[in-house]
Every structure is written in C-alpha cells, then in structure tokens.
C-alpha cells in the first residue's frame, strides 16, 4: 500500500481504533518508511500535549463531599430503616473499595503516563539523525561521558559472552528531571535504558516485571535510589536479561 | 441484589467529569452546578439505565445535555463552520518540531480557542481516551461524524499551535 493510503489511517491507528491486521501491517511500514513513522511520532507527540494540558481542572474537595453526601441522602430517603442497620458496614466498605479503586486507577495513569513518555523518548531517539551523543560500545568510554552532565552516578554491565552490544548514550529528562538515555543493540534491535533518580511516589507504581506497552516491553526497578527502565520492541525476556545483567552491574 | 450500586458506578467518574464540565463551561462554579445536577438526573434516571451499557459514556451525555441547555452552553453552540472550512482548505506544512516545543500552558490556550465542538470531541478522545464507540455515543453523532469531526479538530488545534509558536511570547 502506498504511504498516502496509510496516512489517512495513522489517526485510527494512533487512537488503536484500527482493526489489529491492519494495525499490524502498518506498524511493519513504520518500521521501513521515515517519512510516515515521522508522521505517525507527530501524532502520537500531539495526543500526549493534549491529553497533558487537559488535565486542568480539580474539583475541590468540598464539592467533593458535598456531592457524595446528596448521593448518601437521597438513597437514604428510599430506605426502610433496617437499612440503616446494614447501611454502616456497608458504607465503609463502599468507601474503602472506591477508595482502593481510585488509587488502583490513579497508579494506572500514572505509570501510563510515565510509560508512554519513555517509550516516546525512545522511538523519537531513534528517529533522529543522531540518537545518541557519546558513540561508544566501550561502558568506560560511556559511563565517564555522564559525569557533570547529570546529578549521579551508575554502573554498567560487561557484554562480553551476551548477544548485546552498547551503542552508546545521551542525556535526557523526563518530568523534568535530567537522566542517563543508553542505547543497547540486540540482533537488529535497539533497546533503550533510562536511568533517573528515583522519586518515590512519582514511580511507585512502576511494575518490576516486563509490561507490554503500545507493543514495546517495559521493565522498571530502583537500585541504589536510581530508578531503571528497559524499553524495547524486542520480546520480554530480552528486556528481562538486559535488565538482570544491569541490575547486577549496579 | 443489584450488580452494581449508582454510587459504586457514578463517584469514580467524579475528577473526569468535573475536568470536562469546567473546560465546557470555562467557570469553576458554573462547573460545580453542571457536575451537581448531573448526578442528580443520573440517580433519577439509573433505573432507565441498562447495566451492561457503557455507563461513562451515559453520564457524559447526561452532562453534556445539561451544559447546552444552560445559559451559557446556548451560547457556545453556534458551530463555527467556517473556522472548520479555513482549516481543512489550508493545511499548513508540517512543523512537527514547533509544535513538539509547545509548552502545556500554550497547548492549553490553543485548546481553549478553537470552536467549542472541536475542543469537547479532542478532550474526550484524548483527555478521557475515549473509543470513537464511547464518543459517538456521548455526542449522540454517527461513528462516521466521529471520525471527520476528530481530524478537523486535531488540524485545527494544530494550526492555532502553530499561530500561537509564532506569535510568541509564551511560544517559544
């Protein structure tokens, strides 16, 4: 199919409204053709600006009540009084689901929210003429390059005897906060590690298994208060060797 | 037993719906009685409500319907075709790499200024990730609709972006 054909449907296919052959095919195209992955990137750049800025407004927390509360009043209006009976336990555990249930959905969006970043991060990298600054499949050349450039310090593994190769690194922020981006090749695949400081709540959430995300594996972990994460389209228990060889670096 | 209580259904919704009202109606307490009143019409409404039907995109109906016969919902109604055909005529050339400079603030303002449908249909695709299914349902418009009415919004968002970048000074 040519790239016109597809561009009409880079918009259902970055809102994952394309059937999934479909869908499949062209994520195959994006992978021979710049011109339409550069497309498809913009889009992808542009939802997330939109889904960020609007997010805006909080409701306060009175009104928060005060809506529960009229909820509360008129269900109890309709009640026989042997409600009231059941009504206390029940209200507790009511609140506390909701409760458990908010915090589940908020830590889901949060580490969608970190996840698409990062995994932006990494295709936009690999897009670009130059994806990385320090070109160099030396860790003594790579790891050095970082000092000064941010606020910490890591290890990197020896490749020797593994079928990976570092390619080399850049520095990079996410939430505004500087990291290590370094580039790993496996076969012909490229894998992304990210390096920040961890900042406890922002990435509680993150799982420490391998997720599949928009068909990219992630893996997440802190060591040493530095928060890792492996973002590849290669399968998940590559992520996961990669992942265990740095964590036993650190 | 019901499956599910109203309250069980209705209070996670509550920041998502809250988000949307004031973006609909630009004003925290007009927002407020928007929000109030929805949940007041959906708890009288639940027992017409199927279980098994998309209830988020039930109760964002509810809310949308009571903005736009509020006072200030009649005014934004008036869609602004001809915005939409000046847009859709004049593509601009990609500037992907301005755009991706955009700061949240200006994003926001771009938002803020395109027409009224343009925004609410790209805060329930993006905001709320909605299906095209959920927001056909919302918008009480055809799949079709959906879609064209998404791409005309997301070209609009992008050239007034792009007019905001270049006039600066909260662009760059």
């Known amino acids: 199919m040519a790239c016109d054909a597809w561009q009409e449907k880079l918009d259902a296919y970055v809102d994952g409204e394309l059937p999934s052959s479909d869908a499949a095919t062209l994520a195959r195209h994006l992978r021979e053709c710049a011109a339409c992955a550069a497309e498809a990137l913009d889009r992808v750049q542009m939802k997330r600006a939109v889904a960020m800025a609007g997010k805006r407004y909080e409701p306060s927390a009175q009104f928060r009540e005060k809506v529960r509360q009229s909820l509360g009043k008129s269900r109890r209006r309709e009640g026989a009084w042997v409600w009231r009976i059941v009504a206390l336990p029940a209200t507790l555990v009511l609140v506390l689901s909701l409760a458990v249930g908010l915090y589940v959905d908020h830590e889901k969006t949060q580490r969608h929210r970190v996840y698409s970043e990062l995994t932006d991060l990494h295709v936009a990298t690999l897009a670009s ?61 490229e894998i992304s590690v990210f390096i920040f400081q961890d900042r406890g709540d922002e990435t509680a959430a993150l799982a420490s298994s391998p997720i599949s995300m928009l068909s990219f594996n992630v893996e997440s972990w802190t060591k040493n208060g530095l928060r890792y994460f492996v973002v590849g389209d290669v399968g998940a228990q590559d992520v996961e060797s990669l992942s265990k060889l740095l964590r036993d670096a650190g | 037993m019901p499956a599910a209580t109203f309250e069980e259904l209705a209070l996670p919704l509550f920041d998502q719906l809250y988000n949307f009202a004031h973006w609909l109606a630009q004003d925290a307490t007009e927002a407020e009685d928007l929000v109030q009143e929805t949940y007041t019409k959906a708890l009288r409404g639940f027992s017409s409500f199927e279980i098994g039907t998309n209830f988020r995109a039930w109760m964002f109906r509810i809310l949308r319907n009571t903005f736009l016969t509020s006072r200030s919902g009649l005014k934004s109604t008036a869609f602004d075709q001809e915005e939409a055909e000046a ?49 056909a349902q919302v918008l009480a418009i055809p799949m079709g609709t959906v879609m064209s009415r998404l791409y005309r919004a997301r070209k609009a968002l992008r050239s007034r972006l792009l007019e905001k970048i270049k006039e600066g000074p909260n662009g760059l």
């Open chain 1, 129 to 189: 003429a130059s994806p990385v600054d320090v070109i160099s499949t030396d860790r003594h050349t790579v790891k050095p390059w970082f000092q000064g450039k941010i606020p910490f310090s890591f290890n990197l593994p020896e490749l020797q005897g593994t079928d990976f190769t570092l390619v080399g690194g850049r520095v990079t922020y996410l939430a505004q906060s500087p990291g290590a981006h370094l580039i790993y090749r496996l076969r012909q695949h």
């Open chain 2, 87 to 135: 847009v859709a005529s004049s593509q601009p050339t990609p500037e992907a790499m301005l755009i991706q400079q955009a700061d949240r603030e200006t994003v926001r303002q771009a938002l803020t200024e395109v027409a009224a449908p343009f925004r609410e249909i790209l805060l329930l695709c993006e905001v709320e990730e909605m299906s095209y299914e959920e927001i």
